[in-house]
C-alpha cells in the first residue's frame, strides 16, 4: 500500500521537474531571436545567393526568351505568374521606353547594367540586367522594404524567404568587391512577439505550480519540526526574488507591462498578481497542514469571510485595470492575451470557492459563525461608507457566504449535487455581469476621452511655446528680410513652419501674414488696413487674451488662436499667425496606409460625431446621419452617460454652456449572454485541464461504466455535429454576405462609371482636364479613383499620396494590363495589395468613340474591412447561439444518462449488497421496457435468494455449533487434565499420606483455582464471539475516531502518533465495532513491545480512490513469517495467554464492511496492520 513518505518523494519530484520544465522553456523561448542571430548571421549571404542564381536561372530559360522575342507579354505573365517570385520584379525596356513590367509595386529605370545593388525610397534591391537583340531586361529582387510611412500594413525588414524571423536589417558596404559580399546582415534589437509573451507568462504560472508542490512537499516532511520556520523563510525570498524578477521581465515582454495591466503602482503587472494568488494560496495550504485542528475551523472562518467580502470588489478593480476590445472581431482574432486577466479572475474565484469548502468541512461554532458575519457586515458597510457601489458588491459576496453556509445544513446528496451545479453557473452569471457593467464604463470613457480629443480648445504646450519664441521671431534675419519685398510664394511661412513649428504642424493649420500698416485686405468688398482688421477681430469676437501677443479667439464655428509679433524691420511690420485645430480623421481604406503608427490626430474607427451650438449643427463626422436641429434623444441625453441613438452606443460631452459634441459609436459591445457564455467556455477547459493533469484520463475506468459511456458518446456526437453545422453556417454566412457586398459595390461603382462616362463623351474631357472630374465623383460616391492611359500609365489620381510616398509606382497592376481584362470585359475585379493591406479594385475601360481611351481604377479599399467588421458581430451572435445549444444539449444529456442510468445503478447497488446473512431489498420499477424485465428478474431472483439463504443459514447453524462444540471441548480438554490430575494426586495423598495431604491442600486448591477461572475466561470469550451484537450503520469519522483512541491510549511508557493529511473522512458502518477493531490491534501492538528500546505507535489514515487507508505500525517484537497467515484465525496466539481470538474478530468486523485487511511483519522489528475501507461519496 501507499507509503506517505513515497507519496512525498513522488510530490517532490513532480514539482521539480514542472520547475525544471519551465526555466527550460523560458530560457529558449527568451534567447531564441539572439541564438537565431548568432546562427544565421553568417549563413544569410548564402542563402541570397542561392535565391538569387535560382532567380536569375530565369532570364536564361529559353522559353521566356522566346517569349521576350516575339513580345508575348500576357503569356510572359503567365510564367511570372506560375513560377510565383515573391518581391521580384521583371523590367523589360526598348529604346528607352518601357514596355513590360511584373509589378507596379516598384520601378527599377534602365540604367542599370550586369549585377548591381540598388538602394531607393522602396528599399534595397538585387539587380541584374540582361540584352537582347531588341530588349533591354531587368531582373530585381526586393531584399529588405524601405516603406517612407510604417504602420501596422508598412513594416520595414528582409524578405522573410531569407530571413524568416524578421531579426535583421540589410547595410551596404561598397568597400566590398563582390556584390553579394557587400550587403551586411546587421542583427536588429529583440523584440518580442505575442506568441513570446504569451510563452513567457505561461512559464512563470507554471514555476509558481512548480514552486507550490515543492514547498507543501517540504511541509510534509518537516511538519512539527523546527525546519517549518526555515520554510518560511525561504518562501519569503523566494516571493521577493520572483517580485524583483517580474520587474525586470516588464522591461522586456508587453504582457508583464503596466501598459497591459495594473493595478497600482505596487501591483504593476499581471505577474504580481499571479505571484499574490499563488503566496495566498501557499499560506493558506501550509496553515491547513501545520495549524492545530482545533485553530483550523477559525482560520478558514475568518479567511472565507475576509475573500467573500472582497471578492467582487477585486474582480471589478481587476476588470477595470484591463483594456478589453469593444468589438466582436478584437475578442474573437486580436486579443488572445486577455485570456489570462480572465484566467486570473477564474483562478481568484477557485481560490475563494476552495477556502469555503475548507469552511463549510469544518465550520466553527453557530455563535462564532454569527458573530463573527454581524460583525464583518458592519465593519464593511463602514470602511466603504461614501462607495456604494462597492458596498453592493461587498454585500453580494456576503450574500453568497450565507447561502453556502446554509447549504451545510442539506442533508440530501442530491440537493447538494444540484446546488454545486446552479452555484458554478451563478458565480459565472455575476462575473460576467460584472465584466459587463465594468466594459460599458470603460467604453463610456473611452468615448468621453474621444470626445475631449475632439473638442479640446486650449492647448497649454502650444501657448507656452509661442511665448518662448517672440524675442527669436523678432529678430529672425530670414523673416527680417521679406519684409523688405513681396514674397507672392509665402516661402517665409514655410520656413517658419519648419523651423519653428515643426511639432505642431500635424496639430494645426497654420496661416500667416506679414503686413505694415499701409497694407489692404478686402473684407466683404470693404477695404481694411491689415492692422485694423486683425484688431476689429480681437474686439468683436469672443477674445481671451493670454497675453499681449497670443489671443484665443472663439466664435460660434471655429476657434483658433492669433499670435502677433512686431518684428525688429526698418519699416514697422506686424507678423500675424493663425493656428486652426485639425480636426480628427478616421483613418479609412487608403487612409489606412498613408498614417504613422504614431500618428496622434486621429480619430479612432467606428466612431462619428457632431458638434451642436444652441441644439443647431455645427459640424460632423462620419456616415450617421445627424438632424440639423437636435432632436429629442440628442437633447435630453445625459451628460457623460452611455445612450442609443439609432440603435447605435452614443454619448453626449458638453463642450460649455452652449456647445457640446455628440458621439456615435460602430462598436458593437458583446452582451450580458455572450460574456456568460465565454466565461463558461474557459471555466470547463480549465476544468477539463486541472482534471487531466491532477487526476489523469482513465479512459478504460469511464468506459467500464455504462452512463459514462453514453454520456461520452452523446457528448461527442452532440460537440461534433454542433461545431460541423456551427462552421458550415458560418462560412455559408460568409459567403452569402460577401456575396452581397460585391453586389453592392457593383451596383455603386457601375453608375459611378456611366455617369462618368458620359460626362466625358458630353463634356469633351481628355487627360489633361480629367483630374477636377475625378475629385468631383470622389466627393460623390466616397471613393478613391485613379485613371490610366491605354498604355498602364497613371493620368491622374484622387489619391497621389499613394506614388508620393512609393506605395505604388503609376503602373496599372500587370496581372489586369497584361491579361487584357479591361478590354475583355467591361467590368473586372483584382483582389490586390500594398505591403500586408488587401483591397478589391475594380476596373473599367472608358470609351470614347467606340474606342478605348483610358481605364478608370475604382479601388473597394473598404469591402475587406467592412465585411470582416459586419461578419464579427453575426459570427459572435452565431458562436452564442451555439454556445448555448451546446450547454443546453450537454445538461439534457446529463439529465436524460442520469434517468436511463438511476435503475441501473439502483440494480448495481442492491447486486452489491445482495448478501445472504441480511435481507434484501426488492426494486420498485413500473415500466416494462428492458431495464423492467431486468427489474423483474432481479427481484424474482431476491425472493429465490431469501428462500435459499434461510436453508443454508439453518445448515450453517448446525455446522458452527459442531465446530463450535470441538473449538470448546477442545479447550476444555487443556485445563481438565491438570485438575484431574491434582483431585487424583491429592485422593491418593489422603488415603496413604494424610500429614502431607495437610500440606499440599493449599498448593493443589490455588491449581484448581486458577483452571477453573481459565474455563470461565474460555466460556466468556466463545460467548461474546458467538453472540456479537447487531451492527448499527451510521456515518463514522474515522480521523475522530482515530483521534480519540490516541488520546486514550496515550501513555508514559511508550509514544504513540497519529498522522492524517485530512480533516474529515467519513465511512458507512458500526462506530462501537470499528472501536472495538483498533483498540484489539492497538492493544496487541502494546503487548508486543520488547524491554531494549522505547516503544512506538504510528496510526496513519489518508484517501485514495474512495478508500480510506489506515495503517498501525509498531516497533514490536514482531511475528513470525511462519505465523502471519494463521494469525486471524479463531484460537490462535502468538501470546502466552489468550483465547486467540481478538485478532479473529476484528477480521470478521472488517469483513462485514466489505473492506480488507493485511499484515506485515518483521521479527525484531515490528508489525504493520493495514485496513482498507470503502468512503462515503
Given amino acids: 500500500m501507499p507509503n506517505l513518505n513515497l507519496l512525498i518523494n513522488k510530490k517532490l519530484k513532480i514539482s521539480l521537474s514542472i520547475i525544471l520544465f519551465s526555466v527550460l522553456v523560458f530560457t529558449i523561448n527568451h534567447t531564441f531571436y539572439q541564438i537565431y542571430q548568432l546562427i544565421y548571421q553568417n549563413k544569410l549571404t548564402n542563402r541570397v545567393d542561392k535565391n538569387w542564381e535560382k532567380l536569375k536561372s530565369v532570364l536564361t530559360d529559353k522559353t521566356f526568351l522566346q517569349l521576350v522575342q516575339s513580345s508575348e507579354w500576357d503569356r510572359m505573365q503567365g510564367l511570372y505568374e506560375k513560377n510565383n517570385f515573391e518581391n521580384t520584379g521583371i523590367f523589360i525596356y526598348s529604346e528607352d521606353s518601357l514596355v513590360y513590367w511584373s509589378t507596379n509595386n516598384f520601378l527599377i529605370d534602365e540604367s542599370i547594367n550586369d549585377e548591381y545593388i540598388v538602394k531607393n525610397d522602396r528599399g534595397i534591391f538585387l539587380c541584374f540586367a540582361k540584352d537582347t537583340s531588341n530588349y533591354h531586361i531587368i531582373l530585381s529582387w526586393q531584399l529588405q522594404n524601405n516603406y517612407l510611412i510604417n504602420n501596422e500594413y508598412l513594416a520595414n525588414r528582409i524578405d522573410k524567404h531569407i530571413d524568416p524571423l524578421g531579426c535583421f536589417a540589410i547595410n551596404i558596404n561598397n568597400d566590398k568587391a563582390s556584390i553579394l559580399e557587400q550587403l551586411e546582415f546587421i542583427p536588429l534589437p529583440v523584440k518580442y512577439t505575442k506568441t513570446q509573451n504569451l510563452i513567457a507568462l505561461f512559464c512563470f ?129 486580436t486579443k488572445i492575451d486577455i485570456f489570462y486577466v480572465i484566467l486570473l479572475v477564474i483562478s481568484l474565484l477557485a481560490i475563494w470557492i476552495w477556502v469555503m469548502r475548507l469552511m463549510i468541512m469544518r465550520k466553527p461554532s453557530k455563535t462564532i459563525v454569527y458573530s463573527g458575519f454581524i460583525f464583518y457586515v458592519i465593519f464593511l458597510i463602514l470602511l466603504l461608507k461614501n462607495q456604494s457601489f462597492f458596498i453592493v458588491l461587498s454585500m453580494v459576496g456576503m450574500t453568497i457566504w450565507v447561502i453556502v453556509y446554509l447549504f451545510t445544513f442539506i442533508t440530501k446528496r442530491w440537493v447538494k449535487r444540484y446546488f454545486v451545479y446552479i452555484f458554478g453557473f ?49 529678430n529672425d534675419e530670414i523673416i527680417l528680410r521679406y519684409t523688405e519685398h513681396l514674397d507672392t510664394n509665402m516661402n517665409w511661412l514655410t520656413y517658419l513652419k519648419d523651423y519653428y513649428l515643426s511639432s505642431f504642424q500635424g496639430k494645426y493649420d497654420i496661416l500667416g501674414f506679414i503686413c505694415c500698416s499701409n497694407d489692404i485686405f478686402l473684407n466683404n468688398n470693404n477695404q481694411i488696413s491689415c492692422w485694423n482688421y486683425y484688431d476689429s477681430i480681437i474686439e468683436h469676437s469672443q477674445t481671451q487674451p493670454i497675453s499681449e501677443e497670443l489671443y484665443y479667439i472663439t466664435n460660434a464655428d471655429v476657434n483658433y488662436y492669433l499670435f502677433s509679433i512686431k518684428l525688429n524691420s526698418e519699416l514697422p511690420h506686424y507678423l500675424f499667425i493663425e493656428f486652426y485645430k485639425k480636426q480628427p480623421f478616421r483613418p479609412e481604406g487608403y487612409l489606412e496606409l498613408l498614417v504613422n503608427a504614431d500618428e496622434e490626430q486621429l480619430l479612432p474607427a467606428q466612431i462619428d460625431y457632431a458638434t451642436y451650438f444652441n441644439n443647431n449643427l455645427l459640424q460632423s463626422y462620419g456616415n450617421t446621419i445627424f438632424p440639423l436641429q437636435a432632436d429629442n434623444i440628442i437633447q435630453y441625453a445625459p451628460i457623460g452617460k452611455l445612450f ?72 461527442i456526437i452532440i460537440t461534433i455535429v454542433i461545431l460541423i453545422s456551427g462552421s458550415i453556417s458560418v462560412k455559408y454566412l460568409q459567403n452569402t454576405y460577401l456575396h452581397q457586398l460585391q453586389k453592392r459595390y457593383f451596383e455603386r461603382n457601375y453608375g459611378l462609371y456611366l455617369s462618368l462616362q458620359n460626362e466625358i463623351i458630353n463634356n469633351d474631357i481628355n487627360a489633361d482636364n480629367i483630374n477636377s472630374l475625378l475629385w468631383r465623383y470622389k466627393y460623390s460616391y466616397f471613393s478613391d479613383l485613379h485613371y490610366y492611359n491605354i498604355d498602364g500609365r497613371l493620368l491622374s489620381s484622387t489619391q497621389f499620396s499613394l506614388f508620393q510616398n512609393k506605395l505604388l509606382t503609376d503602373l496599372i497592376n500587370p496581372n489586369v494590363y497584361w491579361y487584357n481584362y479591361w478590354q475583355n470585359y467591361w467590368y473586372y475585379t483584382n483582389q490586390e495589395n500594398i505591403g500586408d493591406f488587401i483591397y478589391w479594385n475594380a476596373y473599367f475601360p472608358i470609351f470614347i468613340d467606340k474606342k478605348i481611351v483610358g481605364i478608370l481604377s475604382v479601388p ?68 416494462n421496457d428492458e431495464i423492467g424485465q431486468l427489474v423483474r428478474q432481479y427481484n424474482q431472483m431476491v425472493d429465490e435468494l431469501a428462500e435459499k439463504a434461510e436453508k443454508l443459514a439453518h445448515s450453517e447453524r448446525e455446522m458452527a455449533w459442531r465446530e463450535m462444540a470441538k473449538q470448546v471441548a477442545h479447550e476444555i480438554k487443556n485445563p481438565l487434565t491438570p485438575m484431574k490430575l491434582s483431585v487424583q494426586f491429592l485422593q491418593k495423598t489422603w488415603e496413604n499420606d494424610r500429614q502431607r495431604f495437610e500440606k499440599d491442600i493449599d498448593k493443589y486448591l490455588a491449581t484448581l483455582l486458577e483452571q477453573i477461572e481459565h474455563l470461565s475466561d474460555i466460556a466468556t470469550a466463545f460467548s461474546q464471539f458467538n453472540k456479537m451484537p447487531e451492527p448499527v450503520a451510521t456515518d463514522v469519522d474515522l480521523v475522530k475516531l482515530l483521534q480519540n483512541l490516541v488520546a486514550l491510549f496515550q501513555s508514559e511508557d511508550y509514544d504513540i502518533m497519529f498522522i492524517s493529511d485530512i480533516d474529515e473522512l467519513f465511512i458507512h458502518g458500526d462506530e462501537n465495532r470499528l472501536n472495538r477493531a483498533f483498540t484489539n490491534i492497538i492493544k496487541n501492538a502494546v503487548q508486543a513491545f520488547v524491554d531494549d528500546r522505547r516503544g512506538l505507535i504510528k496510526i496513519n489514515i489518508s484517501s485514495e480512490n474512495e478508500k480510506a487507508i489506515i495503517t498501525i505500525e509498531d516497533n514490536g517484537s514482531g511475528i513470525p513469517e511462519a505465523e502471519l497467515t494463521k494469525i486471524f484465525e479463531p484460537n490462535f496466539t502468538t501470546k502466552t495467554s489468550g483465547s486467540g481470538l481478538g485478532l479473529a474478530i476484528v477480521k470478521n468486523i472488517i469483513n462485514d464492511l466489505n473492506g480488507q485487511i493485511y499484515v506485515e511483519s518483521r521479527v525484531g522489528e515490528g508489525s504493520k496492520f493495514t485496513i482498507v475501507l470503502m468512503t462515503l461519496k
Fill in 426 to 474: 451563478c458565480i459565472i452569471a455575476l462575473t460576467s455581469g460584472l465584466f459587463m457593467h465594468v466594459h460599458h464604463q470603460s467604453f463610456s470613457n473611452y468615448l468621453l476621452l474621444n470626445a475631449v480629443k475632439i473638442s479640446s480648445e486650449r492647448d497649454l504646450i502650444l501657448e507656452n511655446h509661442l511665448q518662448d519664441l517672440k524675442n527669436q521671431i523678432n
Fill in 644 to 715: 442609443k441613438y439609432n440603435g447605435k452606443y452614443s454619448i453626449k460631452s458638453e463642450i460649455n454652456d452652449e456647445k457640446y459634441i455628440v458621439l456615435v459609436s460602430n462598436h458593437s459591445l458583446p452582451s450580458w449572454i455572450s460574456i456568460f457564455c465565454y466565461f463558461t467556455i474557459i471555466v470547463l477547459l480549465l476544468y477539463i485541464f486541472y482534471y487531466l493533469l491532477f487526476k489523469g484520463f482513465n479512459l478504460k475506468k469511464i468506459l467500464r461504466s455504462f452512463a459514462s459511456r453514453l454520456q461520452l458518446t452523446l457528448i
Fill in 860 to 927: 473597394m479599399f473598404n469591402q475587406i474591412s467592412e465585411l470582416r467588421s459586419d461578419l464579427s458581430e453575426l459570427i459572435g451572435t452565431f458562436i452564442n447561439i451555439y454556445t448555448i445549444l451546446l450547454l443546453i444539449s450537454l445538461i439534457i444529456t446529463f439529465l436524460i444518462t442520469q434517468y436511463i442510468n438511476r435503475p441501473l445503478k439502483l440494480i448495481s447497488k442492491r447486486l452489491k449488497t445482495l448478501s445472504l446473512s441480511s435481507q434484501n431489498e426488492k426494486i420498485s420499477y413500473r415500466s
Fill in 205 to 333: 504560472l507554471l514555476l509558481l505550480i512548480g514552486l507550490y508542490f515543492l514547498f507543501t512537499s517540504f511541509a510534509d516532511r518537516w511538519k512539527g519540526t523546527k525546519k517549518v520556520y526555515i520554510l518560511f523563510i525561504i518562501i519569503i525570498i523566494v516571493t521577493y526574488l520572483l517580485w524583483i524578477l517580474l520587474d525586470v521581465l516588464s522591461t522586456k515582454y508587453y504582457i508583464f507591462n503596466p501598459s497591459f495591466f495594473a493595478l497600482s503602482l505596487t501591483f504593476n503587472n499581471i505577474g504580481k498578481i499571479f505571484l499574490i494568488l499563488w503566496l495566498g494560496v501557499l499560506v493558506i495550504k501550509l496553515c491547513y497542514k501545520l495549524l492545530p485542528i482545533k485553530y483550523r475551523e477559525l482560520f478558514y472562518f475568518v479567511i472565507s469571510l475576509f475573500l467573500s467580502g472582497n471578492i467582487f470588489i477585486w474582480i471589478y478593480k481587476i476588470f477595470n485595470a484591463t483594456e478589453f476590445p469593444y468589438s466582436y472581431y478584437e475578442w474573437i482574432v
